[in-house]
């Protein structure tokens, strides 16, 4: 990497950024004492130094014009958290298995989402490792960790990350996290790294103190400055990021990127940030194995979504598709505050665009943004441009108490949706925990000084005083604290559930639903997926022409009444309860399958 501190041999090379900066020197500790070192001057703001005989894992940091001491923005390793040293680590010396994984085509995509913390009660890297059979016994083929990137304090949702390129100390080592890499691999499961490239977090960034080049004043997003990535000086800053995109695909071997909010990165350059960065890892680790890329854009935006011919994806295989999620929950809950308000007219009319199209926004207005037109027109996308959910940290962690949709919505209109959700040809994404229905919500939790604490912890209950259930300053105070211990906590799976009847039929349900994707399904997504849709009233019928000729036929009914409808061709792949070949139950589902002459799309 051109950023950052690298040790070969008993040799250390140091190199920063700080463009503001007249001098930098490097403090460096270890077991033998301690060395300062001033750094050289090179051009366009670079500072280096190299020093032999370096002792292993000595921490260092760097000194700016005698004023501050500042860890690396580019440290592997910052054991002390974001305000202290960063620590030397040797790459190579991590032992990779002989056997090269080389990943799994995007098809066969069934991501997890989870949060290391939470997930299980030690909260670390290696524990994950424990419950990676759980997850293949599940049918999961994918895990997407949420950010690890070194954060303020010892619990965070990840997206207030200052060090890029630093697991989090309170997760394990940076070995650690290879080693759960390698477990996932050895076991047939992708590996999918969240990254946060369109801000830094609010505490831990020194960046503006050395290299305030690193942001634009003139544009702002909802976390201030935007980072420059098309302005004066943007070509270092882009690279910055553009290697941390690679760092994890070929130091940690991660087989994809899930890139955060997207929408919130102002760039007018040609190509733009994305663009370059997704040629870069296609050019670089995607020309030798499968690599994914995944794109959060609430602007819809289908060009960064397009393929090449044969169907490789040319930007990002794929996006977070909100509308799906937005356009179910509406159906499943009746809720309609918020951003569900574009979905409350006719939401199982969006759902079924949204399961055909792709897209339930298509460059219409939005009422909720004010008329705003959002969305590109998406239906000629294969449906594995999309992965779609009934939940994410997102949406329970952003809601007042962390809700989970099992807590809101009726068990009969949550299965219809889980089964429209894992037996689509979109790729299907799992929030950990959802497949037994844990009791346990997932909280906003942060871990702020104590000045930046309680702006948190105000600033949240005042966000949601608008809601009527939290009008009232008593019924503020229900909201937890995310800086609390407690809040943290609770959100913290409770494994012992999933042997409890109602969590193990809700267990039984999404692994058996994910066999049939498995068996079922999947072989019929090696290609191109046109489809068509129809709905009346709560009755929605989808059907899905694949490649090699077969057909996929949904008929989902989203109300009390029973539907009679004609009977399905192909075989019956699964059925709700009660239904039969031409009635689809209140609140039920059938899916069949129709065999057929392969096309030439």
């Known amino acids: 990497m051109p950023f950052g501190a690298e040790v070969n041999g008993g040799v250390g090379r140091f190199r920063l950024w700080a463009p503001s900066a007249s001098q930098v020197a490097l403090e460096l500790s270890h077991a033998r004492g301690r060395h300062v070192q001033p750094l050289t001057a090179e051009n366009d703001g670079w500072y280096s130094a190299t020093v032999s005989n370096i002792v292993e ?13 500042v860890p690396d923005p580019a440290s592997r390793s910052n054991p002390q958290d974001v305000h202290g040293p960063s620590a030397l680590v040797d790459p190579c010396r991590f032992e990779w298995p002989a056997d090269e994984w080389r990943g799994r085509p995007w098809e066969e995509a ?39 990137s070194d954060f303020p304090g010892k619990r965070n949702w990840g997206y207030d990350g200052v060090l890029p390129f630093a697991p989090d100390a309170s997760y394990g080592t940076p070995d650690d996290l290879k080693s759960l890499v390698v477990a996932a691999h050895a076991r047939g499961l992708m590996m999918i790294m969240d990254v946060v490239y369109n801000h830094f977090g609010p505490e831990g960034n020194y960046l503006a103190a050395y290299a305030p080049q690193f942001f634009d004043e003139s544009l702002h997003t909802p976390w201030g400055a935007a980072i420059n990535f098309g302005g004066k000086h943007s070509r270092t800053v882009r690279e910055f990021f ?15 990127l899930r890139l955060d909010a997207v929408h919130a990165i102002i760039d007018a350059s040609e ?8 040629r870069r890892v296609r050019s670089g680790p995607g020309a030798a194995r499968h690599v994914h890329l995944i794109f959060e854009n609430d602007r819809n935006q289908a060009k960064y979504l397009r393929r090449l011919n044969g169907g490789r994806a040319l930007i990002a295989n794929a996006q977070w598709n909100d509308d799906f999620h937005h356009a179910l929950h509406v159906a499943t809950t009746g809720e309609r505050d918020g951003y569900y308000s574009d979905f409350a007219g006719r939401p199982v009319w969006l759902l079924g665009r949204t399961l055909a199209e792709g ?11 004010g008329g705003e037109l959002r969305g590109e027109p998406s ?73 930046l604490a309680d702006a948190v912890r105000e600033g949240r209950r005042r966000e949601f005083a608008a809601f009527e259930r939290f009008a009232d300053p008593a019924a503020q105070l229900e909201i937890p604290d995310p800086n609390a211990d407690s809040t943290f906590e609770k959100s913290k799976l409770n494994w012992d559930e999933v042997a409890a009847p109602a969590c193990a039929e809700w267990h039984t349900l999404y692994s ?4 049939i994707r498995r068996k079922r399904i999947v072989p019929h997504l090696d290609g ?31 109300s009390d009444e029973p539907w009679r409808s004609p009977a399905l061709a192909g075989d019956i792949v699964f059925a709700s309860e009660g239904a039969t070949p031409d009635v689809v139950p209140g609140w039920g589902g059938v899916w069949a399958v129709e065999r057929g002459e392969r096309t030439h799309g």
């Open 57 to 69: 894992a000595a921490h260092y940091r760097y000194r700016i014009d005698d004023r501050i001491s």
């Open 528 to 558: 191109p997926v046109k489809a068509t849709f129809a709905v009346d009233g709560g009755r929605l019928a989808v059907d899905w022409r694949c490649r090699d000729g077969a057909s996929l036929h949904l008929r989902a009914n989203f």
């Open 110 to 148: 069934v991501i997890y989402e989870l949060h290391v913390g939470t997930f299980t009660p030690a909260g670390t890297f290696n524990a994950v490792i424990e419950r990676l059979d759980y997850l293949v016994r599940l049918g999961v083929t994918a895990i997407e960790l949420m950010p690890v």
């Open 359 to 369: 897209f339930a926004f298509q460059g219409d207005p939005s009422p909720f943004r």
């Open 271 to 278: 190509p733009d940030f994305m663009t370059e960065l997704a």
């Open 512 to 515: 058996d639903l994910l066999e």
């Open 242 to 256: 553009i290697h941390n995109a690679l760092y994890w695909l070929d130091e940690f071997n991660f087989d994809g």
């Open 379 to 451: 239906a000629h996308l294969p449906s594995g441009a999309f992965v779609s959910f009934t939940q994410s940290h997102d949406q329970a962690g952003n809601r007042a108490l962390g809700d989970r949709i099992g807590h809101i919505a009726q068990p009969p209109a949550l299965r219809l949706g889980v089964i429209c959700l894992l037996l689509s040809p979109h790729v299907p994404m799992l929030f950990m925990g959802e497949e037994f229905s844990a009791s346990s919500p997932f909280l906003f939790f942060c871990d702020f000084g104590p000045e």
